[in-house]
């Protein structure tokens, strides 16, 4: 008899499982040959409340899938989506939800394993990951956590000793993902689009519970719900702009009610500032660009309200009425959080009309000469402090210009510039997960040595203070790099 897995702390209570049949399918992971703990995130767990020692004392088993920890109930969840701008029926195709997690200070967690082996939602793949993508999800959406940004976190990658075929033969590894759900726009779409009596609101009901407990009491909880999802959008994609995030494939299925960024495929840090920019080789007509970003948030939302539709209260007229009323909102939540973001890099606390000018004046210096975002930003702490403009003796007139309104601009901040380097510091990130570190870190680790990967994840757990360690991070590619690509199908 095999001895039971040892017990690191999981509570689960899988409520996804009790939902109507037709949104998941059961789906036990599909065992590996020869699981191997790649990294481990100690501080998740214990922000978890699982014991980090034991999880890691048993080996990487749990982590592909080979053994199960006590309670979970693996399943595969349907969905569909919009990718691309076109309908389809997509489900977890190669990932498992292990089930939920409730956390000692009452959270509720879901635990999905990325990679873990063909569900029937497979279609012609195999259910597999490779190790260099997972590897890289789990960089990126740590960083992102760190940066103060909603995500889905990453507990291990475990490579499985078994190769996946793509274009060659790639290791194999399994992602552990930890995410407030995996429910996603398209699990909505689905659920319209089934049309069996009760799944929507059973759907819906459900995501309230999860996301928007307030919902339960309105007046109408479907549009409610939407206001919601609406805002923390808003918000969402407001801070990727202001760290130069590019998500990449921005599909419905690919959009989390929660509000997390979710599904760090062919994603990747704007160096240069250009509101054009694409990263992913798929993305030919430039539908996901980083300028794009607000407007496509909204596209998916109003994919959103239609499958939410038959849930409104109301006749149809009056329904569509109550959700565009809502959707209507998007843009002036989205400028609220936008310009509230601004205001901060700048390390304004108050309101001035010109505000949004200042900051745009900027960004418009930036695309004209190719400038780094990060580091423009970051260092305007520095000349705050000095109270003088860098470029005074440069050629770059512009900038010197721009440079002497905004430090005039910072005399009518009430706690002056002592008060607006504060600000911009916690504001301005001095170091991202460039897109450079991260190849550099990925090929070290595909040859088998992951200090770079230890050593990046470190400097980015930290990304808003300047330290010795970071100062070799900060900076943008060497010349010469080309541009970065990024791929999907990973
Ligand atoms: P993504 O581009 O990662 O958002 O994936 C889009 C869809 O393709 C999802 O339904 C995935 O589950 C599915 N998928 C991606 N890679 C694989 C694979 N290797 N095997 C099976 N399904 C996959
Ligand atoms: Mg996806």
Known sequence: MTPPFPDAGWRFDNSYARLPESLFEPAPPVPVQRPGLLVFNEPLAADLGIDGGILRAAGAAMFVGNELPPGAEPIAQAYAG??????????????????????????RVDLQLKGGGRTRYSRGGDGRAAEGP??????????????????????????????????????????????????????????????????????????????????????????????????????????????GFVHGVMNTDNMAVSGETIDYGPCAFLDTYDPAAVFSSIDQQGRYAYGNQPSIAHWNLVRLAEALLAAVRGNEETAIAAVRGVLETFSARYERHYLAGARAKLGLTVAEEGDRRLFDDLLGLLAATGGDFTTTFAGLAAIAESGTSPAADAADAAFHEWYGRWLARLTREPGGRVGAVAVMRGSNPVVIPRNHRVEEALAAAAAGDRTMLERLLAVLRDPYVETAANEPYRGGPPSGCGRYRTFCGT
């Open 82 to 107: 919009h990718q691309f701008g076109h309908f389809t029926n997509l489900g977890d195709g190669r990932a498992i939800l292990l089930g939920e997690h409730l956390t000692p200070d009452g959270r």
């Open 134 to 243: 997972m590897l890289r999800e789990y960089i990126i959406s740590e960083a992102m956590h760190a940066l103060g940004i909603p995500t889905t976190r990453s507990l291990a990658v475990a490579s499985t000793g078994e190769w996946v075929r793509r274009e060659t033969p790639l290791p194999g590894a399994v992602l552990t993902r930890v995410a407030a759900s995996h429910i996603r726009v398209g699990t909505f779409q689905y659920a319209a689009a089934v049309g069996e009596p009760g799944l929507l609101q059973a759907l819906l009901d459900h995501a309230i519970a999860r996301h928007a407990p307030a919902a339960t009491s309105a007046d109408d909880p479907a549009v409610a719900f939407l206001e919601h999802v609406v805002e923390q959008q808003a918000s969402l994609v407001a801070k990727w702009m202001h760290v």
